[in-house]
Protein backbone atom coordinates (compact mmCIF):
# COMPACT_ATOMS: atom_id res chain seq x y z
CA UNK A 1 0.00 0.00 0.00
CA UNK A 2 0.80 3.57 -0.17
CA UNK A 3 3.59 4.57 2.63
CA UNK A 4 5.62 7.43 3.92
CA UNK A 5 9.10 6.76 5.10
CA UNK A 6 11.13 9.76 7.21
CA UNK A 7 14.84 9.98 8.10
CA UNK A 8 14.56 9.03 11.88
CA UNK A 9 14.47 11.89 14.54
CA UNK A 10 15.29 13.20 16.90
CA UNK A 11 17.31 16.24 14.79
CA UNK A 12 19.61 18.86 17.20
CA UNK A 13 20.79 21.63 15.35
CA UNK A 14 22.04 24.98 16.05
CA UNK A 15 20.59 28.50 15.00
CA UNK A 16 21.53 29.15 11.19
CA UNK A 17 22.52 25.80 10.19
CA UNK A 18 20.96 24.03 6.98
CA UNK A 19 18.77 21.83 7.65
CA UNK A 20 17.13 18.39 5.92
CA UNK A 21 14.92 16.11 6.39
CA UNK A 22 14.19 13.24 4.06
CA UNK A 23 11.06 11.72 3.31
CA UNK A 24 10.68 8.99 0.54
CA UNK A 25 7.05 7.22 -0.54
CA UNK A 26 5.66 4.53 -1.89
CA UNK A 27 2.76 4.79 -4.38
CA UNK A 28 0.40 4.17 -7.00
CA UNK A 29 0.90 6.92 -9.91
CA UNK A 30 1.99 10.78 -9.07
CA UNK A 31 0.18 11.96 -5.87
CA UNK A 32 0.34 15.46 -4.26
CA UNK A 33 3.15 15.48 -1.03
CA UNK A 34 2.61 17.49 2.05
CA UNK A 35 4.69 18.65 4.47
CA UNK A 36 2.46 19.39 8.03
CA UNK A 37 4.09 20.69 11.18
CA UNK A 38 3.35 20.60 14.76
CA UNK A 39 4.52 23.28 17.20
CA UNK A 40 4.57 22.45 20.81
CA UNK A 41 1.21 22.38 22.49
CA UNK A 42 -0.32 22.90 19.21
CA UNK A 43 -2.13 21.07 16.40
CA UNK A 44 -0.65 19.93 13.17
CA UNK A 45 -0.63 22.67 10.18
CA UNK A 46 0.24 22.53 6.28
CA UNK A 47 3.75 23.69 5.88
CA UNK A 48 3.77 23.47 2.34
CA UNK A 49 3.22 20.78 -0.95
CA UNK A 50 3.59 20.15 -4.17
CA UNK A 51 0.76 18.40 -6.51
CA UNK A 52 2.74 17.17 -9.31
CA UNK A 53 6.20 16.06 -10.52
CA UNK A 54 9.64 18.51 -9.89
CA UNK A 55 7.22 21.28 -8.40
CA UNK A 56 8.88 22.65 -5.57
CA UNK A 57 6.70 23.58 -2.11
CA UNK A 58 8.10 26.09 -0.06
CA UNK A 59 6.62 28.05 2.87
CA UNK A 60 8.16 30.44 5.84
CA UNK A 61 12.12 29.53 4.34
CA UNK A 62 11.04 25.86 3.88
CA UNK A 63 11.07 23.61 0.51
CA UNK A 64 10.69 20.35 -0.56
CA UNK A 65 10.92 19.25 -4.40
CA UNK A 66 8.66 16.14 -5.81
CA UNK A 67 11.26 14.10 -7.16
CA UNK A 68 9.88 11.40 -8.83
CA UNK A 69 13.14 9.40 -10.05
CA UNK A 70 14.26 8.92 -6.09
CA UNK A 71 10.75 8.65 -4.88
CA UNK A 72 11.85 11.43 -2.59
CA UNK A 73 10.33 14.83 -0.85
CA UNK A 74 12.95 16.20 1.18
CA UNK A 75 12.45 19.14 3.69
CA UNK A 76 15.10 21.95 3.34
CA UNK A 77 15.68 25.27 5.03
CA UNK A 78 18.95 27.06 4.66
CA UNK A 79 18.83 28.88 8.02
CA UNK A 80 16.91 27.60 10.60
CA UNK A 81 15.92 29.21 13.98
CA UNK A 82 14.82 28.26 17.25
CA UNK A 83 11.50 29.27 16.21
CA UNK A 84 11.38 26.01 14.27
CA UNK A 85 11.54 23.96 16.38
CA UNK A 86 8.77 21.26 16.31
CA UNK A 87 7.55 17.93 14.82
CA UNK A 88 7.37 17.39 11.20
CA UNK A 89 5.79 15.04 8.53
CA UNK A 90 5.61 14.17 5.42
CA UNK A 91 2.06 12.69 4.19
CA UNK A 92 0.51 11.30 0.95
CA UNK A 93 -2.84 10.37 -0.20
CA UNK A 94 -3.62 6.87 0.26
CA UNK A 95 -4.67 5.42 -3.31
CA UNK A 96 -8.22 5.22 -4.00
CA UNK A 97 -9.30 6.74 -0.47
CA UNK A 98 -9.78 10.18 0.73
CA UNK A 99 -7.16 10.12 3.75
CA UNK A 100 -3.61 11.50 4.51
CA UNK A 101 -1.37 8.72 5.02
CA UNK A 102 1.77 10.26 7.69
CA UNK A 103 5.47 9.25 8.22
CA UNK A 104 6.05 8.75 11.79
CA UNK A 105 7.31 12.33 12.13
CA UNK A 106 11.24 13.88 12.99
CA UNK A 107 11.21 15.98 16.05
CA UNK A 108 13.50 18.85 15.03
CA UNK A 109 15.14 20.69 18.57
CA UNK A 110 17.50 24.02 17.31
CA UNK A 111 19.62 25.53 20.08
CA UNK A 112 20.52 28.95 20.24
CA UNK B 1 -12.35 32.21 14.12
CA UNK B 2 -12.36 29.12 15.92
CA UNK B 3 -10.23 26.00 15.36
CA UNK B 4 -10.73 22.26 16.14
CA UNK B 5 -11.69 22.23 19.37
CA UNK B 6 -11.07 18.35 21.48
CA UNK B 7 -11.94 17.41 24.55
CA UNK B 8 -11.02 16.65 27.38
CA UNK B 9 -7.68 17.63 26.61
CA UNK B 10 -6.27 14.92 28.56
CA UNK B 11 -7.68 11.92 29.96
CA UNK B 12 -6.44 9.37 32.81
CA UNK B 13 -8.83 6.20 32.91
CA UNK B 14 -8.66 2.80 34.60
CA UNK B 15 -8.48 -0.19 32.22
CA UNK B 16 -11.68 -1.63 30.84
CA UNK B 17 -13.53 1.70 31.58
CA UNK B 18 -15.29 3.04 28.22
CA UNK B 19 -14.50 6.77 27.57
CA UNK B 20 -15.36 9.34 25.17
CA UNK B 21 -13.49 11.83 23.06
CA UNK B 22 -15.17 14.70 21.88
CA UNK B 23 -14.38 16.78 18.47
CA UNK B 24 -16.19 20.28 17.37
CA UNK B 25 -15.05 20.78 13.54
CA UNK B 26 -14.59 24.05 11.98
CA UNK B 27 -18.24 25.32 11.22
CA UNK B 28 -19.50 24.33 7.68
CA UNK B 29 -16.65 21.84 7.70
CA UNK B 30 -17.91 18.63 6.22
CA UNK B 31 -14.78 15.97 6.25
CA UNK B 32 -13.74 14.94 9.95
CA UNK B 33 -11.18 12.64 10.63
CA UNK B 34 -9.54 10.49 13.51
CA UNK B 35 -6.25 9.92 14.03
CA UNK B 36 -4.16 8.30 16.71
CA UNK B 37 -0.50 9.58 17.56
CA UNK B 38 1.25 6.97 19.85
CA UNK B 39 4.78 7.58 20.72
CA UNK B 40 7.47 6.92 18.23
CA UNK B 41 4.64 5.70 15.87
CA UNK B 42 3.18 8.31 12.62
CA UNK B 43 0.03 9.56 12.75
CA UNK B 44 -2.41 6.23 12.47
CA UNK B 45 -5.78 6.79 10.68
CA UNK B 46 -9.06 5.92 12.59
CA UNK B 47 -11.80 7.22 10.73
CA UNK B 48 -13.41 9.79 7.76
CA UNK B 49 -16.75 11.16 8.11
CA UNK B 50 -18.11 13.05 5.24
CA UNK B 51 -20.98 14.94 6.75
CA UNK B 52 -22.61 12.31 8.91
CA UNK B 53 -21.74 9.13 7.18
CA UNK B 54 -18.07 7.05 7.42
CA UNK B 55 -17.56 5.95 3.90
CA UNK B 56 -13.69 4.85 5.47
CA UNK B 57 -14.03 3.41 9.10
CA UNK B 58 -10.67 0.80 7.91
CA UNK B 59 -8.33 2.15 10.39
CA UNK B 60 -10.51 1.67 13.82
CA UNK B 61 -8.29 -1.00 15.33
CA UNK B 62 -11.14 -3.19 17.14
CA UNK B 63 -14.35 -3.16 17.52
CA UNK B 64 -14.11 -1.62 20.95
CA UNK B 65 -13.66 1.56 18.42
CA UNK B 66 -16.79 3.16 17.26
CA UNK B 67 -17.30 6.58 16.45
CA UNK B 68 -20.32 8.99 14.82
CA UNK B 69 -21.19 12.46 13.96
CA UNK B 70 -24.22 14.11 14.62
CA UNK B 71 -25.88 17.22 12.41
CA UNK B 72 -22.65 17.37 10.45
CA UNK B 73 -20.71 18.72 12.98
CA UNK B 74 -19.34 17.13 16.68
CA UNK B 75 -17.95 14.04 16.19
CA UNK B 76 -17.63 11.58 19.42
CA UNK B 77 -14.75 8.88 19.85
CA UNK B 78 -15.63 6.21 22.15
CA UNK B 79 -13.49 3.56 23.43
CA UNK B 80 -14.90 0.42 25.37
CA UNK B 81 -12.92 -1.55 27.77
CA UNK B 82 -9.96 0.54 27.45
CA UNK B 83 -6.69 -1.12 27.06
CA UNK B 84 -3.33 -0.09 28.09
CA UNK B 85 -2.35 -0.16 24.30
CA UNK B 86 -4.79 2.68 23.82
CA UNK B 87 -2.75 5.11 25.68
CA UNK B 88 -1.93 7.77 22.97
CA UNK B 89 -2.99 11.07 21.71
CA UNK B 90 -5.82 11.01 19.54
CA UNK B 91 -6.02 13.56 17.07
CA UNK B 92 -9.34 15.05 14.61
CA UNK B 93 -8.93 17.30 11.88
CA UNK B 94 -11.48 18.34 9.28
CA UNK B 95 -11.17 20.14 5.97
CA UNK B 96 -14.36 21.92 3.83
CA UNK B 97 -14.48 18.91 1.59
CA UNK B 98 -11.30 16.53 1.90
CA UNK B 99 -7.82 16.29 1.86
CA UNK B 100 -7.45 16.81 -1.62
CA UNK B 101 -9.70 20.20 -1.66
CA UNK B 102 -8.05 22.14 1.11
CA UNK B 103 -5.50 21.47 3.71
CA UNK B 104 -6.49 19.37 6.76
CA UNK B 105 -7.29 21.44 10.46
CA UNK B 106 -6.37 19.80 13.19
CA UNK B 107 -6.83 20.12 16.83
CA UNK B 108 -4.58 19.75 19.70
CA UNK B 109 -5.59 15.89 20.17
CA UNK B 110 -6.87 14.32 24.05
CA UNK B 111 -4.06 12.62 25.84
CA UNK B 112 -5.57 9.08 26.97
CA UNK B 113 -3.59 7.04 29.47
CA UNK B 114 -4.95 3.91 30.40
CA UNK B 115 -3.76 2.94 33.44
Known amino acids: ?112 | GAGVSQSPSNKVTEKGKDVELRCDPISGHTALYWYRQSLGQGLEFLIYFQGNSAPDKSGLPSDRFSAERTGGSVSTLTIQRTQQEDSAVYLCASSPMGWFDSPLHFGNGTRLTVT
Open chain 1, 1 to 112: GDSVTQMEGPVTLSEEAFLTINCTYTATGYPSLFWYVQYPGEGLQLLLKATKADDKGSNKGFEATYRKETTSFHLEKGSVQVSDSAVYFCALPSQGAQKLVFGQGTRLTINP
